[in-house]
């Protein structure tokens, strides 16, 4: 079974752009959670999503969405975009019913 | 708030040795507890979870750990690291606010393990 994708893995973006990034769970996998990683705060949970909604939300600024598709896909999208951003952004599938998460191997934005 | 500490940022250990990773939760009721590795430029694979039951959880790669509460530890343990093992390691409690096993996942700042041949 293939696992969790996250397309690009690499992205060089400027402030005040704009970004999507893209993750395809596990096959089966109905939930998608998205993490962001920085060398000082560490993993910090962004959202989830579950059947095309968002069931929770972590601390960040209204720049960072998220939305999920039928087909439990989803993508994330910051705008205007800050130095500060630049992260590795680590997406998560799971089935709803269990909390074991599987990443995916992430998207590095770099923000000049 | 619930939140995970790991007081280790690095640790060095020669290959062969055993080791032992310190993990400690802030939780108030019964925690659901994880520990990932990942190594550079990979995300996160999960090495073993605790949910309930047995307290002294096995994984994979030879990797245990065990969940004491009344020490509010989850300590990860392997007994013969391989130089393979060097990698950053994560631990992790479920945030919920359902107090239930989903939710999602509060980590620790991690614990880089280098590996002396």
């Known amino acids: 079974k293939a696992g969790v994708t996250q397309t690009p893995r690499y992205l060089i973006k400027t402030r005040g752009q704009q970004v999507t990034l893209s993750c395809s769970p596990i096959?089966?996998?109905?939930?998608v959670s998205w993490y962001q990683q920085t060398p000082g705060q560490g993993l910090q949970f962004l959202f989830e999503y579950f059947s095309e909604t968002q069931r929770n939300k972590g601390n960040f600024p209204g720049r960072f969405s998220g939305r999920q598709f039928s087909n439990s896909r989803s993508e994330m999208n910051v705008s205007t975009l800050e130095l500060g951003d630049s992260a590795l952004y680590l997406c998560?599938?799971?089935?709803?019913?269990?909390?074991?998460?599987?990443f995916g191997p992430g998207t590095r934005l770099t923000v000049l | 708030a619930q939140s995970v500490t790991q007081p280790d940022i690095h640790i060095t250990v020669s290959e062969g040795a055993s080791l032992e990773l310190r993990c400690n939760y802030s939780?108030?009721?019964?925690?659901?507890l994880f520990w990932y590795v990942q190594s550079p430029g990979q995300g996160l694979q999960l090495l073993l979870k605790?949910?309930?039951?047995?307290?002294l959880v096995q994984g994979i790669k030879g990797f245990e750990a065990e969940f004491k509460r009344s020490q509010s530890s989850f300590n990860l343990r392997k007994p013969s690291v391989h130089w393979s093992d060097a990698a950053e390691y994560f631990c992790?409690?479920?945030?919920?606010?359902?107090?239930?096993?989903?939710?999602?996942?509060?980590f620790g700042k991690g614990t880089k393990l280098s590996v002396k041949p």
């Open positions: 605790y949910f309930s039951g047995d307290t």
């Open positions: 998560a599938s799971s089935l709803r019913q269990s909390n074991e998460q599987f």
């Open positions: 096959s089966g996998h109905r939930s």
């Open positions: 992790a409690v479920v945030h919920s606010n359902y107090g239930g096993s989903q939710g999602n996942l509060i």
């Open positions: 939780y108030g009721a019964t925690p659901y």
